[in-house]
């Protein structure tokens, strides 16, 4: 899988990222269509990727947020817990930093990635991930609005991909243009 994300990576024209997003709309709607009302809540854990409705505490005063992140959890809180959220990343930067982010994925037995194994010390104490700053968000277990919905590394890629993101309070070309000026200034 690491060398399909790092091909993945590779600059991608614009016509690239709009085919890529269709075809993992289609897949979202495949797996959407396999969850039933009545389905398990997915195990959570730090390194696993999820996407999950939210009601941001300090809505009122922030200058927007995601209602439908796309999280990598880092470290758990008595409250909740700190994570990366992708969608604060235009579609080409998101792969690039999944990609990075596959040096330090924990392997199976048979070489499956299982999860990610990085922390918020790493990231910050690099200059190889400067993709993280924008992304960096507190989540408060109380504010989550949904079950939350594990995306198997398998499938990375496709949610990646999927354009998603829901900000509320600003267009996201303003939210990935600040991403942009975080990470290039």
């Known amino acids: 899988m690491a060398d399909k994300l790092k091909n993945s990576a590779k ?50 005063t922030l200058p927007y947020y995601d209602r439908f992140p796309l999280v990598i959890p880092l470290e758990m809180y008595p409250d909740g817990f700190l994570g990366l959220n992708l969608h604060y990343l235009p579609l080409n930067y998101r792969m690039a930093f999944l990609d990075k982010l596959m040096d330090y994925a924990d392997k199976g037995d048979a070489g499956e990635i299982m999860r990610i194994r990085i922390s918020y010390d790493i990231l910050s104490a690099s200059k190889r ?5 924008p992304c960096l968000k507190r989540y408060l277990t109380s504010q989550i609005q949904s079950k939350m919905f594990a995306v198997e590394p398998e499938e990375w890629q496709n949610a990646v991909y999927l354009p998603v993101q829901q900000f509320v309070g600003a267009p996201v070309s303003k939210v990935w243009q600040e991403s942009i000026d975080k990470i290039e200034g």
């Not at 600059?11 to 009545?38: E, F, H, I, Y």
């Not at 991930?129 to 700053?133: G, I, N, P, R, S």
């Open 11 to 60: 600059k991608k024209t614009t016509s690239d990222l709009k085919k890529m997003a269709q075809d993992s709309m289609a897949w979202l709607k495949k797996k959407v269509s396999g969850v039933g009302s009545g389905s398990k809540q997915d195990k959570f854990g730090l390194g696993k990727l999820f996407f999950f409705y939210y009601d941001a505490k300090g809505k009122n």
């Open 129 to 133: 991930f400067k993709e993280f700053k």
